[in-house]
Antibody
Framework: QVQLVESGGGVVQPGKSLRLSCVGS????????MHWVRQAPGKGLEWVAT????????YYADSVRGRFSISRDNSKKIVYLQMNSLRPEDTAVFFC??????????????WGRGTLVTVSP | SYVLTQPPSVSVAPGQTARIPCGGN??????VHWFQQRPGQAPVLVVY???VRPSGIPERFSGSNSGNTATLTITRVEDGDEADYYC????????????FGGGTKLTVL
């Protein structure tokens, strides 16, 4: 079955860290760029980060650069999002998404169901 | 930065045609992709590269792109089409690698 499954969300205090994981199955994970996209409660989609198939290229939104880090383990078919120095405004459902290309610069053809991150004292 | 502008809402009666615009500076030079998101669910790709439908997406969904506006068109609208719709482009700058529009809530009257 072709799918992405995120995990690692939860409630965390401001300033703390959290690591999200996303496992892919049913496709050749190592051939595709991967993305993280978030959606704050009642808001729209916001691109967060992208990693190329070979991990050589990584891109971040201004709102998370320097605090979040994207990585992947192709042997385990997992993409990670390490989130440090979390702020209340980071509260959102975080989705991982598969890019149709290896570079991560085409269309998102598969999404996970998301994992909720809540940053609150 | 690159901004994509969508109307917050569009309303249409069942059986009619819904058109959802997505405005951006010279967006006609970019490949535009569209996603449908029903409440509590993950987004689903409904059109890519301006006008291509993924397998499994009904022919009622189509797209166009020219000048400063891309448009998602849904013909013969059904109750099940009620959802949020987002346009998206690859911008390619290191801090705006991908850009989403603000989303449009399609209401079926």
């Amino acid at each position: 079955q072709v799918q992405l499954v995120e995990s690692g969300g939860g409630v965390v205090q401001p300033g703390k860290s959290l690591r999200l994981s996303c496992v892919g199955s049913g496709f050749t994970f190592s051939n595709h760029g991967m993305h993280w996209v978030r959606q704050a409660p009642g808001k729209g989609l916001e691109w967060v980060a992208t990693i190329s198939y070979d991990e050589k290229n990584k891109y971040y939104a201004d709102s998370v650069r320097g605090r979040f880090s994207i990585s992947r383990d192709n042997s385990k078919k997992i993409v990670y999002l390490q989130m440090n120095s979390l702020r209340p405004e980071d509260t959102a459902v975080f989705f991982c998404a598969k890019d149709s290309s290896g570079s991560g610069n085409w269309y998102f053809d598969l999404w996970g169901r998301g994992t909720l991150v809540t940053v609150s004292p | 930065s690159y901004v994509l502008t969508q109307p917050p809402s569009v309303s249409v009666a069942p059986g009619q045609t819904a058109r959802i615009p997505c405005g951006g500076n010279n967006i006609g030079s970019k490949d535009v992709h569209w996603f449908q998101q029903r409440p509590g669910q993950a987004p689903v790709l409904v059109v890519y590269d301006d006008s291509v439908r993924p397998s499994g997406i009904p022919e009622r969904f189509s797209g166009s792109n020219s000048g400063n506006t891309a448009t998602l068109t849904i013909t013969r609208v059904e109750d099940g089409d009620e959802a949020d719709y987002y346009c998206q482009v690859w911008h390619g700058s290191s801090d705006h690698w991908e850009v989403f529009g603000g989303g449009t809530k399609l209401t079926v009257l």
